[in-house]
């Protein structure tokens, strides 16, 4: 969902999206939480996080895959402690999702100030 929001709020901001402990699919409820408010991630699919493409970023931003996610000297990492929607009804999903959402406001507006969205 977060790199749902981050691609939808355009910018300079570049967005990959991948996991310690990825699924084999995209959460359905998170894809219709998304489609609700205008964003498709319905073409996303789950990849595992390297540390090829951390070498690349600037910024990881991780949620709450503590010891697991692996390290980069120069990658600054931030942790947003988000609930975790998987196996949870619809109405704990968009609550999660809106949570995100005014996460990536925020980083949004730091790291790319004038950024649309």
């Known amino acids: 969902m977060a790199a749902g929001l981050l691609k939808a709020a355009g910018g300079r901001i570049e967005v990959r999206s991948a996991g310690t402990a990825p699924g084999e699919r995209v959460n359905p409820l998170a894809v219709q939480a998304m489609q609700e408010i205008g964003i498709d991630i319905s073409d996303a699919s789950p ?3 390297t540390t090829d493409e951390l070498a690349t970023a600037d910024v990881c931003i991780t949620m709450g895959c503590g010891d697991t996610c692996p390290l980069v000297p120069g990658t600054e990492y931030r942790d947003w402690a ?12 968009r609550r999660v999702r809106d949570d995100i959402a005014e996460r990536v406001r925020e980083l949004v507006a730091e790291l790319a100030p004038g950024s649309t969205g």
């Open 82 to 93: 988000v609930d975790d929607p998987s196996g949870q009804p619809i109405e704990v999903v």
């Open 47 to 49: 990849s595992r996080l």
